[in-house]
């Protein structure tokens, strides 16, 4: 059984400070990971994915991910955060199927 | 197509009727997968369809859903006696295999009256 669980329902954050979105996972398996990104009234879009290889991901608009395997996280951290950023992020583990986690939503305060 | 399909792309029914989404994924994807999300909700898993195999549908609300996957391609998830707390966007998804990016189709917009 797999399971993700996102630490945080909401973060809030100013512009130009890091933005850090929490994720852990549960699997049986060597699991992929992803981040998805839903801005308001937009489909879903792939942010970065992890699948065995680097530990640490880069991914579209200055975000990355790490894979610990000992913490069993794939956290989102991105430097600097623009107003463009705030969405709602989603953490998602596949191994057998794909589970998504609940959902963070990232609000940039000017 | 080259993506993901669905339709239609919004529906607005009277409570107590049946509705019917369709998605069709990308050729050659074997797995399929519903979700939906409700104002203000994540996404919430509904069911998963891989291959030929039995069809995962921990994800079902209740008896009033249901799914099919025709051919191993098209999809269509009914409602039946539709219920306002139904009202959300239903999204599908397909992917080629379980480390494969998964590709989302545009959704449907149901709102019941």
């Known amino acids: 059984a797999q399971s993700v669980t996102q630490l945080d329902s909401h973060v809030s954050v100013s512009e130009g400070t890091p933005v850090l979105l929490r994720c852990n996972y549960s699997?049986?398996?060597?699991?992929?990971l992803f981040w998805y990104v839903q801005h308001p009234n937009k489909g879903l879009q792939l942010l970065l994915k992890?699948?065995?290889?680097?530990?640490l991901v880069k991914g579209i608009n200055g975000f990355e991910a790490e894979f610990k395997k000992s913490e069993t996280s794939f956290h989102l951290t991105k430097p600097s955060a623009h107003m463009s950023d705030a969405a709602e992020y989603f953490c998602?583990?596949?191994?057998?199927?794909?589970?998504f986690g609940a959902g963070t939503r990232l609000t940039v305060k000017p | 197509g080259a993506g993901v399909s669905q339709s239609p792309s919004n529906k607005v029914t009277e409570k107590g009727k049946d509705v019917e989404l369709r998605c069709d994924p990308i050729?050659?994807?074997?797995?399929l997968y519903w979700y939906r999300q409700s104002l203000g909700q994540g996404l919430e898993f509904l069911i998963y369809?891989?291959?030929?195999?039995?069809?995962?549908k921990s994800g079902l609300p209740s008896d009033r859903f249901s799914a099919e996957r025709t051919g191993g391609s098209v999809s269509t998830l009914t409602i039946q006696r539709t219920q306002q707390e139904d009202s959300a966007v239903y999204l599908c998804?397909?992917?080629?295999?379980?480390?494969?990016?998964?590709?989302f189709g545009p959704g449907t917009r149901l709102t019941v009256l």
């Open positions: 998602v583990v596949s191994g057998a199927d794909m589970r």
């Open positions: 699997s049986s398996y060597s699991p992929s």
């Open positions: 992890y699948t065995s290889a680097a530990t």
């Open positions: 050729s050659g994807h074997t797995a």
């Open positions: 369809f891989q291959g030929n195999s039995a069809p995962d």
């Open positions: 998804a397909s992917n080629g295999g379980s480390t494969d990016t998964q590709y």
